[in-house]
């Protein structure tokens, strides 16, 4: 039954689209191959490696990962945000999810108090719920939590970062944003990995950010600062163009406030 009005097709215009695909898809592989070899010069700003970057990713993104340190775009787009804003220093605390092995370094040589969380991972100093951490409040100076608010509540996040950082204090994230959507996608429907990945780009992803999300980020309490990836930065540290790391700052006079529990979301109908 056609739906939306898509007519349906002739069935022997069906055969010859499955046959098509096939051929399609050789040459496809072919021309993906080719490309695998860019030839172009990137720096990046963690190891310091000069040269061709290799490709990464599901669809692959070319010149995407540093063959020296592993990183990728968000990692290097990071250290440049610490080079150009981090402004970190020995007196601050800092609390980071999920961490990166390139940074353990970097952070632990500038910080005063370096400590790693994670709520899975057993090579992490404190195993934490970024939903509802156990730590007192005003704790943190910052905080680093890149690629996790897709997984999780991110109103509980938010509140409970916020919450942690003393006044003053950063919360860094990154995440997988949609800027011309209006609103976040949920879709609660979607439960299985091949679902999840349709639909959000990742088999463990629970949601797709629109633009909306800087409203959450700002209802948390949070000041923002986006720090964006632009040229020549992009063409020479090999970023995604227009990939974006939000810097929240909690004001100074800031009280802590509660998670919110809903959100105005686009699902589908």
Request: contains cysteine; aromatic residues 10%.
């Given at each position: 039954m056609a739906m939306d009005g898509i007519p349906v097709p002739?069935?022997?215009?069906?055969?010859?689209?499955?046959?098509?695909?096939?051929?399609?898809?050789?040459?496809?592989?072919?021309?993906?191959?080719?490309?695998?070899?860019?030839?172009?010069?990137?720096?990046?700003?963690?190891?310091?490696?000069?040269?061709?970057?290799?490709?990464?990713?599901?669809?692959?993104?070319?010149?995407?990962?540093?063959?020296?340190?592993?990183?990728?775009?968000?990692?290097?787009?990071?250290?440049?945000?610490?080079?150009?804003?981090g402004n970190i220093t020995k007196e601050m605390s800092v609390l980071h999810f999920a961490p990166e092995l390139a940074f353990e370094s970097i952070l632990r040589a500038r910080t005063g108090r370096y400590v790693t969380a994670d709520l899975l991972r057993a090579k992490v100093d404190l195993k934490l719920n970024i939903e509802a951490l156990e730590l007192a409040d005003r704790s943190f100076d910052l905080i680093i939590a890149h690629q996790i608010m897709e997984h999780v509540d991110h109103h509980k996040a938010l509140a409970e970062c916020f919450r942690c950082l003393t006044p003053g204090g950063r919360l860094i994230v990154t995440t997988p944003v949609i800027e011309t959507w209006e609103t976040t996608y949920v879709n609660p429907d979607m439960t299985t990995a091949r679902q999840r990945l349709l639909h959000f780009g990742q088999k463990d992803h629970s949601r797709y950010f629109g633009r909306d999300l800087k409203d959450h980020m700002r209802a948390a309490g949070f000041d923002l600062y986006e720090f964006v990836s632009v040229e020549p930065d992009v063409s020479t540290y090999a970023l995604v163009r227009g990939e974006t790391l939000y810097e929240m700052t909690k004001p100074a006079d800031a009280a802590p406030r509660p998670a919110k529990k809903a959100t105005k979301t686009m699902k589908k109908g």
């Open positions: 002739d069935p022997r215009r069906a055969r010859f689209a499955r046959a098509a695909l096939k051929r399609i898809r050789q040459r496809r592989l072919r021309e993906y191959e080719a490309m695998m070899v860019t030839g172009f010069t990137r720096t990046c700003p963690i190891c310091g490696y000069i040269g061709e970057f290799a490709p990464v990713g599901e669809p692959p993104r070319l010149d995407g990962v540093c063959p020296l340190c592993r990183s990728r775009e968000r990692h290097r787009l990071f250290k440049l945000w610490i080079d150009r804003r």
